[in-house]
């Protein structure tokens, strides 16, 4: 995961914002407690949009205080553990045990040695997190092994290479019922988004670094931010359609800023250039 899913700060409620917060600081100290001390140094702003999507709609918001794994001195409101917690927490691991060993392929040894190292202090949280979700795991390896042939093809095709990435996200949704399905598209379209968002972003980086890149593929080292807004307008509209179909509770609001209103905003920033500098602030600052 990439950080691009957050909400918009200056149109957030008070209570919305309490609860983006204790989302966030429930998930970090539910990483603590089942995998250590490094997985929460993966935790973002993505994983804690999966967590408000995995909630069950009828369950409130009820914060408890735990103490915060960056200052053991401070206690913070936090959601306490639940089912969605664990779950995203469990998928968190693993997302980002693979986004890691991805980065090790595609930057080499010198540059990838960072993602290696972090990927042995995360190994051990992995395993666990495998066993407790076989069947997600076997998704996400098969996706990425899909993608990286795509990938060594020099795929020109969009839709193919960011099909791959939105499947591997569609697999994160509880099976069964009209909430699997509603959770399933939108995971689905949020993925292909988010590939997208980063495939742009990353557009002039691949290019100095002779990297394959899926918007250079298709439309030349230039990009066409044209046609290539035009298509991630159709996901977000898609992801938006999802969101009206699905029951969410208390977390209806928030979630509702974050797709109607963050993600545009960060999708206009990856296209202006000045996305690097914001995903570098804090959400919990005013002026975010």
Known sequence: MFGYVRPFRPELKCRDFDLYRATYCGLCRCLRQRYGWTAPMFLNFDFTFLALLLWEPEEHFTPCRGRCHANLLRKLPMCPESPALVLAADESVILAWWKLRDSVRDEGFWKGLSARVLSVFLGRAYKKAARSRPQFDRAVRGCLEEL???????????????????????????????????????????????YLADARDDLEEDKLAGRYNPVAARYGPAGDDGALRLTMDQSLAQVGAALQLGEFGCRGPLLENIVYLGLPLVEKAVFDGSWKEIKKQKIWRNDT
């Open 148 to 194: 990286d042939a795509l990938e060594r093809e020099n795929c020109s095709s969009l839709d193919r290479t960011a099909d791959a990435f939105a499947r591997l996200l569609q697999s994160a949704a509880p099976a069964g019922g009209v909430r699997g399905r509603v959770l399933s598209q939108l995971l689905y379209h949020l993925g292909r988004w988010i």
